[in-house]
């Protein structure tokens, strides 16, 4: 029914910069809450970034003041932008979305993408 692809990761350097974005899909009626998520190895999948449907934003402490949330809500997309990237920012980034699909009436959805590779080289 509805489906998150996710594009932009890749490997940078130290310091470098990196775009992701999530497209969502299918009968979604509206998008609550959308958010970047990521999962080194070994380690459990943490909360990146938030935004909510009105524009509100939460980050890791970790990322505060070099990554960047945003929304197109005609769109339904979200995308990081992320600066001054650490080599403790490798990981898989996942795309996450809180959404109800068909009516304003229907329970919350959570929905994930694939996931994107990100590897910062030091």
């Known amino acids: 029914q509805v489906q998150l692809v996710e594009s932009g990761g890749g490997l940078v350097q130290a310091g470098g910069s990196l775009t992701l974005s999530c497209a969502a899909s299918?009968?979604?009626?509206?998008?609550?809450?959308m958010g970047w998520y990521r999962q080194a190895p070994g380690k459990q999948r943490e909360l990146v970034a938030a935004i909510s449907s009105g524009g509100s934003t939460n980050y890791a402490d970790s990322v505060k003041g070099r990554f960047t949330i945003s929304r197109d809500n005609a769109k339904n997309t979200v995308t990081l932008h992320m600066n001054s990237l650490k080599p403790e920012d490798t990981a898989v980034y996942y795309c996450n979305m809180m959404m109800r699909l068909w009516s304003i009436s229907a329970p919350l959805t959570n929905s994930w993408g694939q996931g994107t590779q990100v590897t910062v080289s030091s």
């Open positions: 299918g009968s979604i009626f509206s998008i609550t809450l």
